[in-house]
């Protein structure tokens, strides 16, 4: 990451972001500490305070490890919270991070585009919902997109950049551009369930979630074979966890309904996720985080 805290060519100069919780929170924290202004929308005075606090934190931590250079106060001063719209109206470009519900998405991705610019692009940070569904719900589809950011945010150097039938080469380039002006690498995908990331993903996981079930190994066996002898850097369960297990039964609803039966969700998840244990955010998972 670079320790300029002024926006290079290749970034927005003004982003906004709808959704404050942890995958909102940390696209505001990325587009943050390498210059951006930053603004994000949050459905109340509460939530908006939450976000605040979160992406404080996140800049507060990258400070301390030496990530960004520069006073606290310059790079704090570009950003906001607020629960008015009508602010992504000076946006070069708003990312949506709202909850994986393909309802939900679609109402809030039409409300932001009500207050856009011409100029500007609008992108959903989806995991898995057809991104050409979501286009539907806005007037200028060529300047729409997924960016698929991977959790945590500021550790991640992956975006999954998504294109549809109607994005433009246009929004195309910029998406590389931003990207690059991240620090971190795009993989261009083309809309099909899932895209690429989440579909490979998902399946390895649910297998291993599987394996589980049938007392194959221990979640903590399983990931360090994982581990430790295709050299990922977290097994599919603790990723699980992570992601949250609620996340990932939504996704895998969703892949089983349009994929078929490879993605059928496993019982023990159906189980964990009616049971509370969600992963990390819950204090449990397939791992106790208490």
Not at 13 to 42: D, N, P, Q, Y
Not at 103 to 114: H, I, Q, R
Not at 137 to 155: D, K, T, Y
Not at 157 to 173: C, H, K, P, Q, R
Request: charged share 20%.
């Amino acid at each position: 990451m670079s320790n300029d805290p002024t926006p290079t060519a290749l970034l927005p100069t003004t982003v906004g972001v709808l959704g404050g919780g942890r995958m909102g929170a940390g696209i505001a924290h990325a587009f943050l500490i390498h210059g951006s202004k930053v603004t994000i929308i949050e459905r109340d005075e509460e939530a908006a305070r939450g976000a605040h606090e979160r992406v404080v934190a996140s800049v507060d931590a990258s400070i301390n490890r030496g990530v960004i250079a520069g006073d606290r106060n310059d790079v704090l001063q570009r950003f906001g919270t607020s629960v008015d719209y009508a602010k992504f109206a000076s946006c070069d470009l708003v990312v949506e991070a709202v909850p994986e519900d393909e309802e939900l998405k679609n109402a809030a991705l039409s409300a932001v585009a009500d207050h856009l610019s011409p100029h500007a692009y609008l992108a959903t940070n989806t995991s898995s919902l057809s991104v050409s569904g979501l286009a539907q719900s806005i007037p200028r589809p060529e300047q729409f997109l997924g960016l698929h950011f991977f959790n945590p945010v500021p550790a991640s150097m992956l975006i999954e950049v998504v294109i549809t039938e109607t994005t433009s080469d246009e929004t195309l380039a910029a998406a590389r551009q931003w990207v690059a002006g991240l620090g971190k690498t795009a993989v261009v995908v083309r809309d099909a369930p899932g895209f690429a990331s989440s579909r490979l993903g998902v399946a390895i996981a649910l297998e291993a979630m599987r394996m589980v079930e049938e007392e194959v190994a221990s979640a903590e066996d399983i990931d360090n074979a994982m581990v430790l002898g295709y050299k990922h850097p977290v097994g599919p369960l603790r990723t699980t966890d992570i992601v949250g297990l609620d996340v990932r039964l939504g996704i895998a609803e969703y892949l089983h309904s349009t994929l078929g039966e490879r993605f059928a969700p496993p019982q023990i998840l159906r189980d964990k996720v009616a049971a509370g244990e969600l992963g990390r955010k819950s204090g449990k998972g397939y791992y106790d985080w208490r």
